[in-house]
């Protein structure tokens, strides 16, 4: 990973390829068939070896559905005639949304260890009611029910732990240890990078890396990504000197962490991004963010795609691409970068039901618009998390949508 000086570009980028062939889309499974189904999925798919897909939804499930449920763990498992869901966890076995010790709302993504483990994050519930750390277990032998078990209960208001991880997935490092994001917490009680260590005896050891305190970033949603040294990289959706959000990274050497800001944004061209950082294999960054640029949106203009660079070295190129509203707006949380085209592969829904775009350099080619089969069936308002591609497909999830209105999962041709 390039060190130093660092610059995002403002090279406005509007040509939108509006009359390209659609691609095709798939619906992989429409929520809400059936009584206790998860609804509104949310934070992106995760495959396994064999090709099943898990994934996580905010709402619905078996308990506490006075508040619309509190959530589920889902498995979609592929066949010849089609894809079968199991719903593997409902949340909040007991007491409501906020007091439930197992957690609920799931809004983050999963990721899964060597052994098939799932982990995952909740925003609310917990002994401390701001949300969980969790770890779900597939049964011996593959019979019998998954098992979940709480590896941290997160409490909003204390300088020594995080409240409500949001809609940033975890990440594992080679040696297990967990490492995320909280909204609030820390010192100054606007959000943490956060450690979670294994002990070796079942239990972890949790440990904040950054608390951000304003002028360094406020309030990180979206999780840490990880580089080849171990470096983590994310995004604040406010702070810095325009309150617009920033860029950081967090370096460790002796035992002890440094953030460093690699960028700020002004809040003209750019603001409040909203996503997790994604990797080229030139080790430029990239994500999306929510608020300004050249658009005429209703929130403050429409938002976009950075690509964030070195000034120094050969890869001294860089782009902003800013939406205008004709074909979409206000990317939800990441993108996808190809590492044989260079293309950027996203998702976004301001003014409409949402699209599914590919950006090749500056210009923008929508791939899938939502809404395009009768009484939305197809998916509609695409979910926070990155798409993700499997076998030449790119999957993700809508929130609404789908033959009972609680969101689909999805599959398109690139």
Same mark, same amino acid.
């Given at each position: /990973?390039?060190?130093?000086?660092?610059?995002?570009?403002?090279?406005?980028?509007?040509?939108?390829?509006?009359?390209?062939?659609?691609?095709?889309?798939?619906?992989?499974?429409?929520?809400?068939?059936?009584?206790?189904?998860?609804?509104?999925?949310?934070?992106?798919?995760?495959?396994?070896?064999?090709?099943?897909?898990?994934?996580?939804?905010?709402?619905?499930? /078996?308990?506490?559905?006075?508040?619309?449920?509190?959530?589920?763990?889902?498995?979609?498992?592929?066949?010849?005639?089609?894809?079968?869901?199991?719903?593997?966890? &409902?949340?909040?076995?007991? %007491?409501?949304?906020?007091?439930?010790?197992?957690?609920?709302?799931?809004?983050?993504?999963?990721?899964?260890?060597?052994?098939?483990?799932?982990?995952?994050?909740?925003?609310?519930?917990?002994?401390?009611?701001?949300?969980?750390?969790?770890?779900?277990?597939?049964?011996?032998?593959?019979?019998?029910?998954?098992?979940?078990?709480?590896?941290?209960?997160?409490?909003?208001?204390?300088? &020594?732990?995080?409240?409500?991880?949001?809609?940033?997935?975890?990440? /594992?490092?080679?040696? %297990?240890?967990?490492?995320?994001?909280?909204?609030?917490?820390?010192?100054?009680?606007?959000?943490?990078?956060?450690?979670?260590?294994?002990?070796?005896?079942?239990?972890?050891?949790?440990?904040?890396?950054?608390?951000?305190?304003?002028?360094?970033?406020?309030?990180?949603?979206?999780?840490?990504?990880?580089?080849?040294?171990? &470096?983590?990289?994310?995004?604040?959706?406010?702070?810095?000197?325009?309150?617009?959000?920033?860029?950081?990274?967090?370096?460790?050497?002796?035992?002890?962490?440094?953030?460093?800001?690699?960028?700020?944004?002004?809040?003209?061209?750019?603001?409040?991004?909203?996503?997790?950082?994604?990797?080229?294999?030139?080790?430029?960054?990239?994500?999306?963010?929510?608020?300004?640029?050249?658009?005429?949106?209703?929130?403050?203009?429409?938002?976009?795609?950075?690509?964030?660079?070195?000034?120094?070295?050969?890869?001294?190129?860089?782009?902003?691409?800013?939406?205008?509203?004709?074909?979409?707006?206000?990317?939800?949380?990441?993108?996808?970068?190809?590492?044989?085209? %260079?293309?950027?592969?996203?998702?976004?829904?301001?003014? %409409?039901?949402? &699209?599914?775009?590919?950006?090749?350099?500056?210009?923008?080619?929508?791939?899938?618009?939502?809404?395009?089969?009768?009484?939305?069936?197809?998916?509609?308002?695409?979910?926070?998390?990155?798409?993700?591609?499997?076998?030449?497909?790119?999957?993700?999830?809508?929130?609404?949508?789908?033959?009972?209105?609680?969101?689909?999962?999805?599959?398109?041709?690139?």
């Amino acid at each position: /990973m390039h060190r130093g000086l660092w610059r995002i570009g403002l090279v406005l980028g509007i040509l939108c390829g509006g009359a390209a062939a659609q691609s095709i889309e798939t619906v992989v499974y429409s929520f809400g068939g059936y009584e206790n189904d998860g609804a509104g999925p949310t934070g992106g798919v995760l495959f396994d070896k064999s090709g099943n897909i898990f994934g996580v939804t905010p709402t619905g499930g /078996m308990f506490c559905t006075q508040d619309s449920g509190c959530g589920t763990v889902f498995e979609l498992s592929p066949s010849a005639t089609g894809w079968t869901e199991q719903v593997l966890y &409902n949340f909040c076995t007991t %007491g409501n949304q906020y007091t439930c010790p197992d957690g609920s709302l799931p809004y983050a993504g999963l990721i899964s260890d060597s052994s098939g483990n799932l982990y995952g994050t909740t925003t609310y519930g917990g002994t401390g009611t701001y949300g969980t750390v969790f770890r779900l277990s597939p049964p011996p032998n593959g019979i019998g029910a998954w098992t979940e078990n709480v590896l941290w209960n997160f409490e909003r208001g204390k300088k &020594n732990n995080g409240g409500s991880p949001e809609y940033g997935r975890l990440n /594992m490092d080679a040696t %297990g240890n967990l490492y995320g994001t909280t909204g609030f917490g820390g010192a100054s009680g606007v959000g943490t990078v956060f450690e979670l260590s294994p002990t070796g005896t079942g239990t972890y050891d949790f440990s904040i890396l950054h608390s951000f305190a304003g002028p360094d970033g406020s309030h990180p949603g979206y999780g840490v990504a990880i580089d080849k040294s171990g &470096n983590l990289y994310g995004t604040t959706c406010y702070g810095g000197p325009a309150n617009s959000g920033v860029v950081y990274e967090l370096t460790q050497a002796n035992g002890a962490w440094t953030e460093t800001v690699l960028y700020h944004f002004n809040g003209k061209s750019g603001a409040n991004p909203l996503s997790s950082i994604s990797f080229d294999e030139a080790g430029n960054l990239y994500g999306t963010f929510e608020n300004a640029g050249i658009g005429d949106c209703a929130l403050g203009a429409c938002g976009g795609v950075f690509k964030l660079v070195t000034q120094s070295g050969i890869n001294d190129q860089e782009y902003s691409y800013q939406f205008d509203g004709q074909d979409g707006g206000n990317p939800p949380a990441g993108v996808l970068v190809d590492a044989g085209t %260079g293309s950027v592969f996203g998702t976004s829904w301001n003014g %409409g039901p949402g &699209n599914v775009f590919q950006l090749r350099g500056r210009t923008e080619n929508v791939l899938y618009q939502f809404c395009s089969l009768p009484d939305c069936s197809d998916g509609r308002y695409p979910s926070f998390g990155t798409i993700v591609e499997h076998s030449e497909q790119l999957y993700g999830e809508t929130g609404s949508g789908g033959v009972y209105d609680e969101g689909v999962v999805y599959s398109i041709s690139k």
